[in-house]
């Protein structure tokens, strides 16, 4: 099971997001901002506390996400007449 979301600058405009150490990316981007919103979503939608950023210059950063839990989208109210 994975346990962290990273995002990897592979060069100055290609940014990686992954799962723990799987060679395949989940997206690639331009920027480390197109890069981190991605990664925030996935780990919102899947439940991942944190997400680690490794830039091209060896620098490391954690993203700790407020609430991990995840949940899918609310459908929204009723509209209309009710029935009858």
């Known amino acids: 099971m ?3 979301v990273y995002i990897g600058a592979l060069e100055e ?3 990686v997001v992954t799962l723990d ?3 395949t990316a989940i997206s690639e981007h331009r920027t480390r901002g197109e ?3 991605a990664a925030r979503a996935y780990a919102q939608t899947f439940g991942f506390p944190e ?3 490794f830039g091209l210059n ?3 950063d954690v993203i ?3 609430d991990p839990d995840p949940r899918p989208p609310s ?3 009723a509209t209309g007449n009710p029935a009858g």
Request: hydrophobic share 35%; proline share 4%.
């Open 2 to 4: 994975a346990t962290m």
């Open 13 to 15: 405009q290609r940014w």
């Open 21 to 23: 150490d799987d060679t």
């Open 35 to 37: 890069a981190e919103t």
């Open 51 to 53: 997400i680690r950023v």
């Open 58 to 60: 060896g620098e490391q």
């Open 64 to 66: 700790i996400l407020n």
């Open 75 to 77: 459908p929204g109210g």
